[in-house]
């Protein structure tokens, strides 16, 4: 119904904003993310308007990918827009995917309020919705992961400590502008 609002900021707290648009305040609720975008007295939010029963509640968003990730989130059973904004709130939208994706059921089940069956419920509800929206550098991101791990296992099975091991690989990942494979990954680290 509302998709933006764009107008005077007058108000800004952590939990949400009141926006002067045309001499109509409008408050809006927002993430820890939004509330850390916000930086100047012009402000545009992207909306979602949640109508209930007894009250018709504006949330606000900096970008178009954080409102379509709340809206996936809502569409979870268990999950409303106040639980929805605290998930936002908690992660960036791209650690959520991530979470998601890689069926993070410890970290999701972190955010407040969140106990192990919706966070279960949110992987496997949004693992296809969220997982198409993706970029190749966010899968190129993951296939990184996966090598590191798959680094860091190898070195641990060398007789090294979990903390030099992994000093190692972020030193040579660093310093390296290519893509490597777990060997070169391993036998860089070793060098």
Avoid: W
Wanted: hydrophobic content about 40%; some cysteine.
């Amino acid at each position: 119904m509302i998709a933006h609002i764009q107008g005077k900021l007058v108000e800004k707290t952590p939990t949400y904003v009141v926006i002067d648009c045309n001499g109509v305040g409008y408050k809006i609720n927002i993430s820890l993310q939004t509330y850390s975008s916000i930086n100047s007295e012009n402000c545009f939010l992207f909306t979602h308007l949640a109508v209930k029963e007894d009250s018709h509640t504006l949330y606000g968003f900096c970008s178009e990918d954080e409102r379509g990730l709340f809206r996936h989130l809502i569409s979870v059973s268990g999950v409303g827009p106040s639980t929805a904004r605290v998930i936002l709130s908690t992660y960036s939208a791209d650690e959520i995917v991530h979470h998601i994706i890689s069926a993070d059921v410890g970290a999701i089940q972190n955010i407040k309020g969140i106990g192990g069956k919706t966070a279960q419920r949110i992987i496997i509800d949004l693992k296809d919705k969220v997982g198409k929206g993706i970029e190749k550098s966010d899968l190129l991101f993951s296939q990184d992961n996966t090598i590191k791990d798959e680094a860091l296992s190898a070195l641990l099975a060398l007789g090294f400590t979990k903390k030099m091991a992994e000093n190692k690989i972020d030193k040579v990942l660093k310093t390296s502008d290519q893509s490597l494979s777990v060997e070169d990954l391993v036998k860089k680290s070793l060098g």
